[in-house]
């Protein structure tokens, strides 16, 4: 006896007509890896179980409200998700944008000194301001590397993913994200 496996998009369209197994075969198919990027991003097993619960509710809600177009696409789709969960997720827990920005800033200039007196403190922070304000000024994609790469910590091979560029143009991305900041700012290095 063969088995026949049933695509992706037959089980969103029996899903669609009210079949709940049909969504389960998809569960099962997909949460593996999809659990898997999702801890790969978050580093945290509790909070990478409920994004991926999350995902799947994002789903069913999608697919119950007749907004789901099947376009043989369903894998991507429900990644496509599961990255924008996560980054919701990094947006809630507010990191401090004050220690993300710092690190910005010393990317900029090449330094990294914990040990600063009163003076120079003041003036770092004058600084990571500065650095702030000039980030408003990089072209959009530069900008988004910058965010993915300082605020959500992600790996240039994450980024590239997340992106839908290679890691190469991810990297020059940022390359040129520091080159751009340190015209506006005036550093020269």
């Not at 669609?16 to 801890?39: C, D, F, M, Y």
């Not at 990191?95 to 090449?110: N, P, Y």
């Not at 003076?119 to 408003?136: G, T």
């Not at 000024?137 to 300082?150: K, S």
Request: aromatic share 6%.
């Amino acid at each position: 006896m063969t088995t026949v496996r049933i695509s992706d998009a037959e089980l969103v369209s029996l899903y669609a007509k009210g079949n709940e197994n049909a969504l389960q075969r998809l569960v099962l198919r997909h949460s593996p890896q999809l659990l898997g990027k999702i801890q790969a991003k978050v580093q945290d097993e509790d909070v990478a179980q409920d994004v991926h619960q999350m995902v799947w509710i994002k789903f069913i809600n999608v697919v119950k409200a007749g907004e789901y177009k099947e376009e043989g696409k369903f894998a991507a789709f429900i990644h496509r998700v599961a990255s924008n969960l996560c980054f919701d997720h990094f947006r809630r827990e507010k990191r401090s944008k004050e220690i993300s920005m710092e690190r910005c800033g010393d990317a900029v200039l090449g330094m990294c000194d914990e040990h600063l007196n009163a003076e120079e403190n003041a003036l770092r922070q004058q600084w990571h301001a500065d650095v702030k304000l000039a980030i408003k000024h990089l072209p959009d994609e530069q900008r988004e590397v910058v965010f993915l790469r300082i605020y959500a910590g992600l790996s240039f091979k994450e980024i590239a993913e997340e992106t839908g560029v290679g890691i190469n143009t991810a990297l020059g991305r940022m390359r040129y994200a520091l080159v751009n900041l340190r015209k506006l700012l005036g550093v020269e290095i």
